[in-house]
């Protein structure tokens, strides 16, 4: 799971931190940059969209591989375009088409997880695949950074491509789970929509959704740290290094923790925790001093509790999904989970450019935290009503 995610993860770092680094290089105002991997990123919201034609076709290893190489051409057609502020808008369309490819690479490997691992290991699984997620956007982003600042977009485009194949080979030591022809794509249709009324009628799944799209520790600073890192005194290479490399690798460490918190303590403790943790940190690099020091030791801190936050999301999702139609259910969970961090992506660019990076920080935070404890206090009510089973089936 770990590295069957890279590829999305490099696309997604490639445009989280090399791109709004290249772009205010080439002035490009933040809240504009911020708009342009907002729209990226909005491609997550639309997974629900592909995510029957997953379920109602071809093998989840044919689906793998005819979206890597989809990921990759559309990676390499971004390294094409000029970075120009006229050209704003088929940058942005470039950007958004390059991760709706990347994105659903990640719905073979959802079917893979809820079929193939066992209940008492899907925290640790969750953790493994949160952490290849953020090592594949810390790597794309770090690399595909400083071989553009070094070299050329181009070669960085390239590198990246070759990588996620290299990556992708995992998914040869995985069973493959074939499509069953023997069903009709109506009866399919008919089965899934069941599944999926049965799973939104569950209290527990209902309140998921509306948890998820709330701003409790999204993350959304981590695309725009290579944006603002000028209002820190922070240099290109230590922003490549931070932002990048280090973090990608701190981040995964956070996610393996966070699959572990989720596993031993329960998905509730671990998603309600991280997010007030998130908040705590947030609000402590708003407040500390201006320095590259500052600067670096922030978004790495910041990057170790994103980690801890993605676990316990993923495995969150997956308490709720069952076993039926995974592709589809994961694909209409995790729509709803992303909507927080493209919206807290725009908002933040926003606050930063009325307010400075000490409000925008401030913010984030205090959304985070207002939402954790009326979620706890909702929570306790639930539990105390029997509402909260121990297992979806």
């Known amino acids: 799971m770990f590295f069957l995610i890279m590829p999305m993860g490099l696309s997604q770092g490639f445009v989280t931190v090399a791109l709004p680094f290249l772009l205010t290089k080439n002035g490009f105002p933040v809240a504009l940059t911020a708009g342009i991997v907002a729209i990226g990123l909005s491609a997550n919201l639309w997974r629900f969209v592909w995510g029957p034609i997953v379920d109602l076709s071809l093998s989840l290893h044919k689906w793998y591989w005819l979206s890597l190489l989809a990921c990759i051409a559309s990676l390499l057609l971004l390294c094409f375009i000029p970075f120009t502020v006229k050209?704003?808008?088929?940058?942005?369309?470039?950007?958004?088409?390059?991760?709706?490819?990347?994105?659903?690479?990640?719905?073979?490997?959802?079917?893979?997880?809820?079929?193939?691992?066992?209940?008492?290991?899907?925290?640790?699984?969750?953790?493994?695949?949160?952490?290849?997620?953020?090592?594949?956007?810390?790597?794309?982003?770090?690399?595909?950074?400083?071989?553009?600042?070094?070299?050329?977009?181009?070669?960085?485009?390239?590198?990246?491509?070759?990588?996620?194949?290299?990556?992708a080979l995992t998914i040869l030591y995985i069973k493959d789970i074939p499509y069953r022809k023997d069903k009709t794509i109506m009866h399919e249709i008919?089965?899934?929509?069941?599944?999926?009324?049965?799973?939104?009628?569950?209290?527990?799944?209902?309140?998921?959704?509306?948890?998820?799209?709330m701003p409790i520790g999204t993350g959304a600073m981590a695309n725009l740290w290579s944006a603002v890192a000028k209002d820190w005194k922070t240099d290109a290479d230590t922003v490549v290094l931070v932002t990048?490399?280090?973090?990608?690798?701190?981040?995964?460490?956070?996610?393996?923790?966070?699959?572990?918190?989720?596993?031993?303590?329960?998905?509730?403790?671990?998603?309600?925790?991280?997010?007030?943790?998130?908040?705590?940190?947030?609000?402590?690099?708003?407040?500390?001093?201006?320095?590259?020091?500052?600067?670096?030791?922030?978004?790495?801190?910041?990057?170790?509790?994103?980690?801890?936050?993605?676990?316990a999301y993923t495995a969150l999702i997956f308490f709720v999904i069952g076993k039926k139609h995974t592709a589809t259910k994961y694909s209409l969970m995790s729509s709803l989970g992303n909507l927080p961090v493209v919206y807290?992506?725009?908002?933040?660019?926003?606050?930063?450019?009325?307010?400075?990076?000490?409000?925008?920080?401030?913010?984030?935070?205090t959304a985070g935290i207002i939402f954790v404890i009326i979620f706890l206090v909702v929570l306790k009510q639930m539990r105390q009503?029997?509402?909260?089973?121990?297992?979806?089936?």
């Open 87 to 167: 050209g704003a808008a088929l940058l942005s369309i470039i950007v958004f088409v390059s991760q709706v490819a990347a994105t659903i690479t990640l719905l073979p490997i959802n079917g893979f997880m809820a079929k193939r691992v066992r209940e008492n290991k899907k925290g640790a699984a969750s953790g493994w695949y949160q952490a290849g997620n953020l090592a594949g956007t810390g790597l794309g982003g770090g690399a595909g950074l400083w071989l553009a600042a070094h070299y050329n977009i181009t070669l960085a485009g390239i590198v990246l491509g070759v990588a996620s194949i290299l990556f």
């Open 190 to 213: 008919k089965g899934m929509g069941k599944d999926i009324l049965a799973m939104i009628k569950l209290p527990a799944a209902l309140f998921v959704m509306i948890l998820i799209v």
């Open 344 to 365: 807290m992506t725009t908002f933040n660019g926003w606050t930063h450019d009325k307010f400075g990076s000490g409000y925008m920080l401030t913010a984030e935070a």
């Open 385 to 393: 009503k029997d509402m909260i089973p121990a297992i979806v089936e």
């Open 244 to 311: 990048g490399l280090l973090c990608g690798g701190v981040s995964a460490v956070g996610c393996i923790a966070g699959g572990f918190i989720a596993d031993r303590w329960g998905v509730w403790n671990a998603y309600l925790g991280s997010g007030a943790v998130c908040a705590f940190v947030t609000v402590l690099i708003a407040v500390l001093p201006y320095h590259p020091a500052t600067y670096a030791s922030g978004v790495l801190i910041y990057g170790f509790c994103t980690g801890l936050m993605y676990a």
